[in-house]
T-cell receptor, first 114, second 115 residues
Framework: DAKTTQPTSMDCAEGRAANLPCNHS???????VYWYRQIHSQGPQYIIH???NNETNEMASLIITEDRKSSTLILPHATLRDTAVYYC???????????????FGGGTRVLVKP | GAVVSQHPSRVICKSGTSVKIECRSL??????MFWYRQFPKQSLMLMAT?????????EQGVEKDKFLINHASLTLSTLTVTSAHPEDSSFYIC???????????FGQGTRLTVV
């Protein structure tokens, strides 16, 4: 799985959009970009994933550059409950359950401030 | 609603005793579950892959005799920390996934403190 690079931490203002960058310059053609977050003392929570098209769901939007070497997770209206560590993970789509293990990097510690 | 239920959420045990942590898949049958460990201010590290009806697969550096995994049914995997020591104090998290659905679902985690 390709390596990802994320800023260690960032602060966001409540009610504003939070843009979380991730670099994955060695991503290969069959690898997806996944985002998870971990609120303090809880298990990680899936947010969104994409291959090359931009994706949006009820939680966030994922913008992937045309060369796929980087992506941005957008939380449209950050709330205090969005304070968490956000992990960007790149891996190939799995077709067997045994392959669904994840390799977590350091992530970005996001603090949403009032 | 929750897809994965992990129990207990918090446990304190004495050094030398064993502790069992349960991970239940609530919404679907899981032939495979994963166990992770997270030390304070660090990221999650995969410990082992739990396979229903067969032996678990352990990551390099994880002692299989110390961290016993049993996956006796399609909805339950257990992790037993045997002869626990203070250095085993950590946050243990399980996850499940479906074969063709790519996102993983995680339990709430178990905070183990060995005194």
């Amino acid at each position: 799985d390709a390596k990802t690079t994320q800023p260690t931490s960032m602060d966001c203002a409540e009610g504003r959009a939070a843009n979380l960058p991730c670099n994955h310059s060695t991503i290969s053609g069959n690898e997806y970009v996944y985002w998870y977050r971990q609120i303090h003392s809880q298990g990680p929570q899936y947010i969104i994933h994409g291959l090359k098209n931009n994706e949006t769901n009820e939680m966030a939007s994922l913008i992937i550059t045309e060369d796929r070497k980087s992506s941005t997770l957008i939380l449209p209206h950050a709330t205090l409950r969005d304070t968490a560590v956000y992990y960007c993970i790149v891996r190939a789509r799995q077709y067997k359950a045994a392959g669904n293990k994840l390799t977590f990097g350091g992530g970005t510690r996001v603090l949403v401030k009032p | 609603g929750a897809v994965v239920s992990q129990h207990p959420s918090r446990v304190i045990c004495k050094s030398g005793t064993s502790v069992k942590i349960e991970c239940r898949s609530l919404d679907f049958q899981a032939t495979t579950m994963f166990w992770y460990r997270q030390f304070p201010k660090q990221s999650l590290m995969l410990m082992a892959t739990s396979n229903e009806g067969s032996k678990a697969t352990y990551e390099q550096g994880v002692e299989k005799d110390k961290f016993l995994i049993n996956h006796a049914s399609l909805t339950l995997s257990t992790l037993t920390v045997t002869s626990a020591h203070p250095e085993d104090s950590s946050f243990y998290i399980c996850s499940v996934s479906r074969g063709l659905i790519t996102e993983a679902f995680f339990g709430q985690g178990t905070r183990l403190t060995v005194v």
